[in-house]
């Protein structure tokens, strides 16, 4: 009989000769195979488990396979008692070989294993997360050898993990004693970088978790998700409570100007605000503060600096000096956040004084630097952050919408909440419209709809619904080329109606009426054309005339019809199928740099080379900006869109649905 | 004329070629020459003043001097208007060579200078603080490279100074906008082992502060030092307020024991008595909190674990396990000390679990380690911290002497303070005593002392008190050699006067009355005998019979005086002149570790290979402490003590407050 043999793992191919009665954890360890473990080896995790392969591999010189392992001893049939393992599973860590093998490596047993991500064309990412646990055991103290828990600690994470020069701060190493003693000199370590334990729980722990947070100026998502599979276990969102200091940016980086010190309120506000969504989503998980070790949060450079502590006045004006635009890790609690008294906060690099670490986090989800199609991604917001480019080069740039795509400014707008006007279409003879509000899934027009309704009532339009009133009524008529609403009409329908020296569009004639006035047109021309002038200024310094892709991020980009986009002119030209909604792509990159560390040294490098393009100086913007005013405007041929004016539904409201439920987990 | 010239600097002997026209200080660099600067040349600082050198330097190669110099230009004239500057002195970054020239570099002009020290025997110790200022000049900002604050303070820092990848922390970068702007983008910067970034400052600053401080049982003590030089510029010595959980170390730890989660209030004592005198030393130097940069922290293994927050319970029992044996550096308000917003606390590592981090600074003072004497380290405290070794091997134990050194369990001890008796001298014949209270210099039989200790009154008596009177007693017969009050005496001399089953010898006949009773006798011989034990175990260890030299640290071991300590038999026999007191050498160990960042290296990698003998499992220590308890004790031979014996005087009183006058600075 040989003394040792063959072990080959699959899907890697990589193999090697081992002794006869070596585990296959070890082996896969010694070849370099991605095989998880927490415990190392004491079949307590159950990562490591392994398909034998059955039949013959002639090209991996391996002949035979499952009955070249040794029968489960008693520690795997401990585990197979109480967790189970399914027939065909072994744990790695406990079948020794006894032959040549073939093992299968199954995905969900990788460390690197993929992030879920559900949009088809959304770019891979590896869980690879900056935090690990290790399970140890630590040689108990001995008057002999008076070393300290800590260093007998990082002596178990060297001799069992390969972890050299471990390091703790002063806020974990208070618990370490307990956690030793309660544990029985068994603990499961958090280990940062393969560097900072950041906590320790005594005996077997297998699940840690982060927080995904992206701060913005009217909403703060938080995305509560498992370290080791990117999985997102709870979310919340909120209003965010520095609203009370004025709606958009600009008006609270006022109120600081105006009210020195102010910035420690708003600080104040938005950390607790995070705070409180904390508590929510790990309450709603059955989870603890204390299970969540890390934040990875997101924002843009006002709501960065607010978070931050760091007064945004400078950010109020010419030339836009942001404090840093580095990456920042730091202490949860330095931000008011309790979370585990080890976890840490990440901050993403802020691009520009305009462009933040929400578009840095925009371009991890989409990716616009890693293929060769000229990709624009557009993230609406009170500003609209814009990217343009691929592998070679990248632009940013902040265009100025103002709240109007977000139903501010609108005299019937309103965020999207059950009861707001969100599809509409408009009968192009009639100019009777039907429309579907939040919270209920017929047309205004079928049966049921008043009873569907009862508890919200129409109460208004958010942003994708002024978005489809518009472009309806354009593609009715209503509105002519200069975005004037035709009283000519009137004539026809009563649904033109006079309104002073103007005309308005009737709706909806509940209580309250949606009249779509004249200046509502104006304030939807106006931010159009600036996003549309963004776009169009990176494409001139890009020096393309067509872009292959759009990406329209955030809550509205993932609501709105891009055919409407297109038709009222917000957007350039582009294939529809080429267009595409990301949903919330700043939280989603949050998350990315959260479960892959290379994510954080990967947008720094990028953000470094984004060439910015300031609006404000751009000469050109304001000739794009006025041209851009036109419904669709001058400059556009908009080919397609001729043919889509001709058809009855641009898009079937189930596919918008469908888009709209995924935008959390894009 | 040629192009380019030699330039030499004394005292290194480095020397090269530079051309016309090149500064001093770029001379300097390029060759390696240690030259301060913090202005970065801008002729602000003054640190790089140098003397050009007269005369012939043929074995340099330099023939001639001074006129191979640039005249003063505008700026080195309005330095000299500003802060005056010596005829002989040069500013190396304005001075630039027009011929071969030799220059001395004062030390005070050298980066790396050395740490003063008074004692003669001292370690010498470079002046390395882990930091230094740096004076930049920062670009603006500029919205055609939208570049943050910091990133732009970084680029400076590695222009002006080779500091790559500077970081910096949230609290400090809160700090830097304003910084910038008030100093109109001329900052200073602190920055902390040439990486992270500490503090900014508004234009020129040349200094920065640190802090000593050695958390005794019973005395805090902190030295407020300039960073640069390694003066004290002030300090302080306060009681430590946790006495009233706990008399010694061990009430503590039961106090801790005994209420469950009262360790928190003992922290909070403790940090709250550094942080008062925080406030009393920086306003006695004149000085703000945030002046401070860096604390070093030392103190026994409860002391260490109560300021950081640690558990000290099981320090309480076997097998005294320490939390953490590293040392520690952690942000200065984590420790509650209300600095800087960036300033670092640092925790020296501790040794076992009765031996502390005050023992690691006291080997960094008196340096055992770095010479092939076997020298014995006494720490007298509450407990006896001993350290004997040389460069091959070191050795280390606590020995519980109880607090009987520092005047408690004696009857009429006290703390060492204006009124107690720290002198004694006892006639051989009569039996009269005389002797000399702390805060007046006349004996007690000389003319004038009624008056002088009219205010303080004689209180009591204090641990150098209780040696010399022991001592003086037992040289003039009224003590046997086991330590026996000798009644037989009472016939001859009214001092001795019978006190129960026993007698006891009457010092002072005042109000209070000061009366040695054989219960203070047995208290010191217990004292004396663990210590003498304690130092014997580590000597059987080493295979020694006697040292070669002895250093007595701490206030107490300052105080006494050597030859009645060896009288007494609380230390080995050795050369009288080979004794040495090194006053707060663990305060002076802190100081080292502040000024010098490879002393942090330096003691951790030594206290690693310290081997720690634990008095509590050695079965000799018994033995050695029952044969100890004698006076002289049985085993030593006293050959020198029997000169001693019949000097009058055994040392000059003025020698001795020479002594005690030097030990803050030693």
């Known amino acids: 009989m040989p003394e040792d043999a063959l072990v080959a793992f699959m899907p890697s191919g990589k193999r090697g000769r081992f002794p006869l009665g070596t585990s296959l954890l070890d082996a896969a360890r010694a070849l370099g195979v991605d095989l998880d473990s927490v415990c190392g080896g004491r079949g307590i995790c159950g990562r490591c488990q392994v398909r034998p392969s059955f039949g013959e591999f002639a090209k991996l010189g391996v002949v035979s396979a499952s009955d070249h392992l040794s029968l489960p001893a008693h520690v795997e049939r401990a585990y197979a008692d109480r967790r189970g393992l399914g027939p065909d599973r072994r744990l790695g860590c406990s079948a020794t070989i006894s032959g040549d093998v073939v093992v299968d490596v199954p995905p969900e047993s990788q460390v690197h294993r993929q992030l879920v991500r559900k949009r088809p064309d959304a770019r891979p990412v590896e869980i690879d997360p900056m935090i690990h646990l290790h399970y140890v055991e630590v040689q108990e103290p001995d008057m002999h ?63 840690a978790y982060g927080l995904a947070v992206d701060v913005g100026s009217t909403t703060i998502a938080v995305h509560l998700t498992d370290l080791s599979t990117g999985d997102v276990v709870a979310q919340s969102g909120a209003m965010n409570p520095q609203i009370r200091f004025g709606e958009d940016l600009m008006s609270r980086v006022s ?5 020195p010190g102010g910035d420690v309120a708003l600080t104040e506000a938005v950390r607790q605000a995070i705070d409180a969504q904390v508590g929510e989503t790990t309450g709603s998980a059955g989870l603890a503060r204390a299970d969540v070790l890390e934040a990875v949060l997101v924002g843009n450079p006002v709501m960065h600096h607010l978070l931050l502590g760091l007064d945004p006045t ?37 691009i520009a004084g305009h462009v933040g670490a929400d578009t840095a986090a925009v371009i991890l989800s989409e990716g616009p630097h890693l293929q060769d199609e000229m990709m624009l991604v557009v993230d609406v917001g009170t500003n609209a952050e814009i990217v343009l480019g691929n592998r070679q080069r990248l632009l940013a740039a902040s265009s100025p919408t103002g709240p109007a795509f977000e139903g501010a400014q609108i005299s019937c707008g309103q965020r999207a909440a059950p009861g707001a006007v969100e599809r509409v279409r408009i009968d192009r003879e009639t100019l009777e419209p039907r429309f579907k509000v939040i919270g209920a899934d017929l047309w205004s027009n079928e049966p049921g709809f008043a009873e569907k309704t009862k508890a919200t009532g129409v109460t208004g339009i958010c942003g994708s619904g002024i978005i489809e009133v518009l472009a309806e009524m354009f593609l009715a008529g209503v509105l002519a080329s200069d975005g004037t609403i035709n009283g000519a009409m009137a004539a026809q329908s009563p649904r033109v109606i006079p309104d002073g020296r103007t005309f308005a569009y009737l709706l909806h004639a509940g209580s309250p009426a949606l009249l779509i006035h004249q200046n509502d047109v104006r304030a939807i021309q106006l931010a159009k054309a600036a996003l549309y002038a963004g776009a169009k200024l990176l494409m001139d310094r890009m020096g393309v005339d067509a872009v292959d892709r759009i990406v329209l991020a955030g809550a509205f980009g993932s609501h709105i019809d891009p055919l409407y986009a297109m038709t009222l002119g917000m957007i350039p030209d582009c294939e529809p199928a080429r267009v595409s909604a990301a949903g919330n792509a700043a939280g989603t990159g949050a998350r990315i740099a959260l479960v892959n560390r290379a994510a954080r040294a990967e947008i720094a490098e990028v953000v470094r080379r984004v060439e910015k393009v300031e609006t404000a100086i751009e000469p050109m913007f304001q000739a794009h900006f006025v041209e851009a005013m036109a419904l669709p405007h001058k400059t556009a041929p908009y080919p397609r869109l001729r043919r889509v004016m001709t058809l009855p539904e641009p898009m079937e409201p189930a596919e918008r649905g469908g888009r709209r439920r995924r935008r959390q987990g894009s």
Not at 179 to 196: C, H, I, N, P, S
Not at 255 to 259: F, L, P
């Open 255 to 259: 109120y600081v100007m105006m009210n």
């Open 314 to 350: 400078e950010l109020g004006g010419a030339p836009f000096a942001l404090a840093l635009d580095h990456g920042l890790t730091m202490r949860a609690s330095d931000l008011g956040l309790a979370l585990h008294p080890g976890a840490k906060a990440v901050t993403l690099p802020c």
């Open 145 to 207: 050898d008076p070393s300290g828990d800590f260093r007998r600690l990082a002596s178990a994470l060297e001799r069992e993990w390969g972890i050299t020069d471990a390091t703790i701060e002063l806020g974990v190493l208070a618990g370490l004693q307990k956690a030793l003693r309660q544990g029985a000199w068994k603990v499961t370590a958090a280990v940062r970088d393969r560097r900072e334990v950041v906590a320790v729980w005594p005996g077997f722990r297998e699940k």
